[in-house]
């Protein structure tokens, strides 16, 4: 029987650090080789002091180029023969196709983790048509294979039934990547009215509408502060990061950047705020909601999983200013009713969200596939 499982992500040096758990008990299994377009060096960085191998692929994280994934599609089942590897494992839309290609050549079963649909479709307009008008028959194409497909909420469950990407009696639905409530205790909630962003800090995620609420908020709260904290991504040059620097050299807003230590960094904000746009189910929220800390995030799909509005968070409309804005201020003039969110985060994270019952349905399943082989 083979052995191990090829994980693949656009995300290498920072998988360890989101999903520990989940790789762990991967391990047991016959080992992981984590596969990913970032450099050998900060790949293995960030894995191989787990055990974990690493191969960086010739691709870049986002735009797909025919002859780099034909160059990837290579390289990844010659690994997989060498290694026996029994299963492929991916995240994210973007390389799902690229993983069914490699599994059908190499014989093996292949597990697609959709969390998150990605630009693909939150891009409006024609060009958003036209995109998805060209990608979509690929996607579908290559999804015939999928041996499972798993979704972290209804919305993009449905969304796949209804452009028949995948067949759907191989469908499966999980809470989300899940949170270990050991690694993320509860804090006592700041008095300080500090709010706080974690995640790319794109325009995706909603950070200019939540930069432009805050300052909305400071004109009433001029005391209120944001903490910042994730990769830049694709803001250089625009309005929203003169608007962040603007924010930051009046000290009102910190960005600290990628940061490693993030239990420390829910400690210290009063609310988390996290307005994107779509999700799988977003990871920071159910952090966040494990260190007892109410949650604004926006009715869209994935984060509506998330909040129940009014009881552990409020639901914003995505892309929506003046509700964003009223929101925050809700929670700087209400601090019972912040309190009594934060502590309706944890009970949902406790029950809802644990970690370990989220990777003992994936594991189940992957085991199953592997034993298919």
Partial sequence: M???????????????????????????????????????????????????GYVSLPLERRRADPFAETKAKALIVKTVRERNIGLVYSYGIRFAPLANNCAKAAGIP??????????????????????????????????????????????????????????????????GSGVNTARFPVFPLPEDRVFGFLGRVNPEKG????????????????????????????????????LLNGLCETGAAVYLGEISDTPEFFKKIRCFVFPSYREGTPRVNLEAMSCGRPVITTDATGCRETVTDGVNGILVKPRDVETLTNAMLRLCENGEEAAMMGQNSRKTAEIKFNVHDINSELIASVKELIQRT
């Fill in 110 to 175: 292949c597990m697609n983790v959709i969390n998150g649909a990605g630009n693909l479709f939150i891009a409006k307009g024609i060009k958003g048509a036209v995109k998805r008008a060209l990608i979509l028959p690929y996607i579908r194409y290559s999804l015939r294979y999928s041996s499972r497909i798993v979704f972290q909420n209804d919305d993009d469950r449905d969304m796949f039934r209804a452009l028949r990407l995948g067949r759907s009696d191989r469908y499966m639905n999980v809470n």
């Fill in 2 to 52: 083979s052995e191990g499982i090829a994980v693949i992500s656009a995300c290498a040096h920072r998988l360890y650090l989101y999903r520990p758990e989940l790789l762990d008990e991967m391990k047991k299994l016959g080992g992981v080789t984590v596969f990913g377009p970032e450099p050998q060096e900060a790949g293995e960085k960030g894995l191989k002091p787990h055990g974990i």
């Fill in 207 to 242: 950070v200019d509408e939540l930069l432009r609420a805050f300052k909305n908020v400071l004109a009433v709260y001029p005391d209120s502060r944001l903490l910042i904290a994730g990769e830049s991504d694709g803001i250089a040059g625009t309005p929203t990061e003169t």
